[in-house]
């Protein structure tokens, strides 16, 4: 008999307190590790507070992923780096000290996945590919937990997405609503962030989530975060669901 899949449904960040996050959810993607690594000792704390069993998964210092010219940068409390050192992976001090405190970071949460989500001017060209093999060779032997790579942008396929991933050994982070999913036979663990269908300010009907939960099922291990501007309430509404001995009307998905 086939073992019952292992889903972790939270939010990208704490929607709230994180007290009430706690009594509601069983993980979180922590969202401040991407614009400015909180210190070692706050994290561990949060790890000490969360209930038995929760579960953490970090974004990834945007020094890694994003160049200067990014908008994020502007929550950046710290001096801006030099041009030309920073994002796309690149082979340089400055990508790897960041590496080395979103590690930090994952370490003191006891963290199961670091996203690694890329701004859409990260296209699939060969000089980024090769910064990004050349940095999952140096990263992933340092690195205490699963990687999840979330590209953005028209130009990344699915297909040649999961090819790359497959290749480096990370997982496909993707939006299930917004590009196909990977296939759960080859890919057993799924990450999947949900942004809103068409925007941020989409509030998920229950026919959408009675196909999310179809979606979902196929693994073995999913993880679902919600990024919407109603996360919480969708989030809880889902995991309701996925307890429910019954699906909601997937014929209202959309309404």
Aim: include cysteine; glycine fraction near 6%.
């Amino acid at each position: 008999m086939q073992a019952s899949p292992q889903v972790y449904v939270g939010c990208c960040g704490w929607a709230g307190s994180q007290s009430s996050y706690f009594r509601d959810f069983r993980a979180v993607e922590i969202q401040q590790t991407f614009y400015d690594p909180p210190r070692p000792a706050t994290l561990a704390r949060w790890r000490e507070q969360a209930p038995e069993g929760f579960r953490f998964c970090v974004k990834c210092f945007q020094l890694v992923t994003h160049e200067p010219s990014s908008p994020t940068y502007r929550r950046l409390r710290r001096p801006s780096p030099p041009p030309r050192t920073t994002g796309s992976f690149r082979r340089t001090p400055e990508v790897r000290r960041a590496w080395e405190e979103t590690v930090a970071a994952a370490r003191a949460l006891g963290a199961d996945v670091i996203l690694l989500q890329t701004p859409p001017s990260f296209t699939p060209t060969a000089r980024h590919l090769a910064n990004l093999r050349a940095f999952c060779d140096w990263a992933q032997e340092r690195t205490p937990c699963a990687l999840a790579f979330e590209p953005r942008g028209p130009a990344w396929e699915p297909v040649e997405t999961d090819r790359v991933c497959a290749e480096l050994g990370l997982l496909r982070a993707c939006d299930p609503f917004a590009t196909e999913p990977p296939d759960a036979r080859k890919h057993p663990t799924a990450y999947f962030r949900l942004h809103g269908i068409g925007g941020y300010r989409y509030v998920y009907a229950d026919g959408d989530l009675a196909a999310l939960r179809q979606i979902v099922l196929r693994y073995r291990t999913a993880w679902v975060f919600f990024n919407n501007l109603a996360m919480r309430d969708d989030a809880r509404r889902f995991r309701d669901w996925l307890s429910s001995a019954s699906d909601p009307d997937p014929s209202r998905a959309g309404r």
